[in-house]
């Protein structure tokens, strides 16, 4: 039978069950292995270098060591918090310090990308990032009050700065809020909010005399993985875990919302409801991330701005392609933030930086014109 | 058997505006049928499809569908039964015409579930009907406005609905795509029995497709029933503000406008 497109009605008719799969395809594979492979260089040298040098086929061979790998001992040690058994310095060296950083890395670079992911959607917008919403400025306010009013609570930093986050993304939506939000209203209300914490914080700086600590809260601020331990892994694993998967389940609500609050409530959808609902798994990878390593800037907002490029902007092979493109950054970013200036290690958040700021200026001189989704 | 949508007494305003846009209103919409709905700028046409579809809650009044407040159904259950397409809608430009059309389906599939054989069904007749299956594949960025229109116009019919409203399906394309979008909203409503609502800018287009008419001025409805009884030169002159001769044609009555009423 004809059709007025001219085709033939039986050429082409895909059925469901050649369709479950198709959405993964060369580009985001490539996403895929090129993520992967960057962070096994990275790795390699992370492994590898520092003030105790070992050979990186001496390092992996110490990773694949069976007699590390099959211990239940050191797992528990690892995953549980036991005591570490006794192993050689090098297999101490790769297993208890070097390892858990890149873990750690991995695992802020994926919570990073996938919530700028979901904000970039919720706010249709592909210059809003983890910290549009007030995030990093209510995580560095409750720092500092930490450090300067309440100093007998430092052992809780990170949870501190999770609540902090956490708190400053519910006062920025109560703001945006009138009868419902807007993404514009949210992103004001972000920089609002942002402002104002952000003079608090200066104030409170001036307020600390001890040098050495404002470098520490400085060092904070910026995101550093320095110190990243496998206690910083075990804290981050299960959020990272339950926001990612939330994310992923998410992710035909996120393409849903890119066609504008309108027409996803044309279809059905409670908008309010569910941009609440993803704002807050968005802010819950974020703070995880912000526990672990402080407030890392531009892994979320370059990461996902990179992967729409190459996957197009289909919200399950955005995020996928994000969990290995975000741990791709981060992981080479803190290599060379470890080792570029060794002895001396710089915050990873000042390599992010370095990295996103020109990839944006290239982009602003090659499109005129970006920003809108 | 097609649907019914009938609206009483109903008041729709905007938050913060200073008098309700349309105020105590009682519409039926008769089934099956496409119903067109001209007015002046600012007549109240895009607020009343809102408010048809319940993007807009009414201050008063309600909305019917068979006999069921709308606004007592699940968002979803709504979905499934009636579809708005807003005038200008916009996407990311990566976008495929395929998958645009398969987020119609957004109301038909539980949360988790993945792509059935009726949603493919369903997104293949839409394709064909709005006449781009053969740009399925191609990004929303590249196409020109008024296939985009119709990719649109595909995921709405994709939602299967069994009452589609458009607000000014037609506006700002040429002439091949208006006749395009005008022709796939008759065999839907021919093969599947829709009922139609749409806000048309263009009153003798209006005349042409739909088997009826809502004329609005100034929010209330003026007239209201086939093209021939409603299209005369006292209401084009009362509402449009024009002198007008109505001729009757093979297609419709056709309009001659002629100068605007001091």
Redesign the interface.
């Known amino acids: 039978m004809p059709?007025?497109?001219?085709?033939v009605e039986d050429a082409?008719?895909?059925?469901?069950a050649t369709?479950?799969f198709g959405w993964v395809d060369r580009d985001l594979l490539g996403v895929v292995f090129g993520g992967s492979a960057v962070v096994l260089v990275a790795t390699t040298l992370q492994l590898s270098f520092g003030s105790y040098d070992i050979t990186p086929v001496d390092a992996w061979r110490t990773l694949l060591n069976p007699a590390v790998l099959l211990d239940t001992a050191a797992w528990r040690a690892f995953l549980l918090g036991a005591t570490v058994p006794d192993f050689a310095t090098g297999t101490l060296v790769v297993w208890t310090i070097r390892l858990p950083r890149v873990l750690l890395a991995v695992l802020v670079g994926a919570n990073l990308a996938v919530s700028g992911a979901i904000l970039q959607a919720i706010t249709r917008n592909e210059l809003a990032s983890p910290f549009v919403l007030g995030v990093s400025s209510g995580a560095g306010l409750a720092v500092l009050l930490t450090v300067v009013v309440f100093s007998g609570l430092l052992p809780f930093l990170p949870l501190f700065a999770a609540v902090g986050g956490g708190l400053a993304f519910l006062l920025v939506y109560a703001i945006a809020w009138q009868?419902g939000t807007s993404p514009v209203r949210l992103v004001l209300a972000g920089v609002i909010v942002s402002s104002v914490f952000g003079s608090v914080q200066t104030g409170l700086f001036l307020l600390i005399e001890d040098i050495g600590l404002v470098r520490s809260v400085i060092a904070w601020t910026t995101g550093s993985l320095v110190g990243g331990d496998w206690a910083a892994v075990r804290m981050m694993l299960p959020w990272t875990v339950l926001s990612l998967s939330l994310a992923l389940?998410g992710a035909?609500?996120l393409?849903?919302l890119?066609?504008?609050e309108?027409?996803a409530?044309?279809?059905?959808?409670?908008v309010e409801t569910v941009r609440f609902a993803l704002s807050g798994v968005a802010v819950l990878a974020a703070a995880a991330s912000v526990a672990a390593a402080g407030i890392v800037g531009f892994v979320g907002l370059v990461v996902p701005h990179i992967v729409?490029r190459l996957v197009?902007?289909?919200h399950r092979r955005l995020l996928v392609g994000c969990l290995f493109a975000g741990p791709a950054l981060m992981a080479a970013a803190d290599a060379g933030a470890r080792l570029a200036l060794s002895p001396a290690q710089v915050p990873v958040g000042i390599v992010t930086g370095l990295v996103g700021g020109p990839y944006f200026l290239y982009l602003m001189r090659k499109h005129g014109e970006f920003g809108g989704? | 058997m097609s649907s019914k949508l009938d609206a009483t007494d109903l008041v729709l305003e905007y938050p913060g505006g200073e008098r309700p846009v349309i105020d105590g209103e009682s519409v039926t919409v008769a089934p099956g049928r496409v119903t067109a709905l001209v007015g002046p700028n600012g007549s109240g046409k895009s607020t009343l499809l809102r408010g048809l579809a319940d993007q807009l809650t009414p201050t008063a009044g309600e909305v019917l569908l068979d006999g069921r407040a709308i606004h007592r159904l699940g968002d979803r259950e709504l979905a499934r039964e009636l579809g708005l397409l807003e005038q200008e809608p916009t996407a990311p430009d990566g976008l495929t015409v395929e998958r645009l059309a398969y987020h119609g389906r957004y109301p038909h599939r539980g949360r988790f579930d993945p792509v059935d054989d009726d949603d493919v069904r369903a997104v293949e007749r839409a394709l064909s009907l709005a006449g781009v299956s053969h740009l399925r594949d191609r990004p929303l960025g590249d196409l020109s406005g008024g296939q985009r229109r119709l990719a649109w116009l595909a995921m709405a019919l994709a939602q299967d609905p069994d009452v589609l409203l458009l607000d000014e399906p037609t506006t700002f394309l040429d002439l091949r795509h208006q006749l395009a979008v005008m022709a796939a909203i008759e065999r839907r409503r021919d093969e599947a029995g829709t009922t139609v609502v749409l806000v048309l800018h263009d009153v003798e287009q209006a005349a042409r497709y739909a088997d009826e008419m809502i004329v609005l001025a100034d929010g209330t409805v003026h007239a209201h029933g086939d093209p021939e009884t409603v299209l005369t030169p006292e209401v084009l002159a009362a509402v449009f503000g024009v002198e007008a001769r109505v001729e009757s044609g093979t297609h419709g009555p056709r309009v001659v406008p002629l100068r605007p009423v001091n």
């Open positions: 059709r007025p497109d001219g085709g082409y008719e895909p059925s469901a369709r479950r009868g389940l035909r609500e393409d849903v890119t066609l504008g309108r027409t409530s044309s279809l059905g959808m409670r729409r197009g902007s289909d989704l």
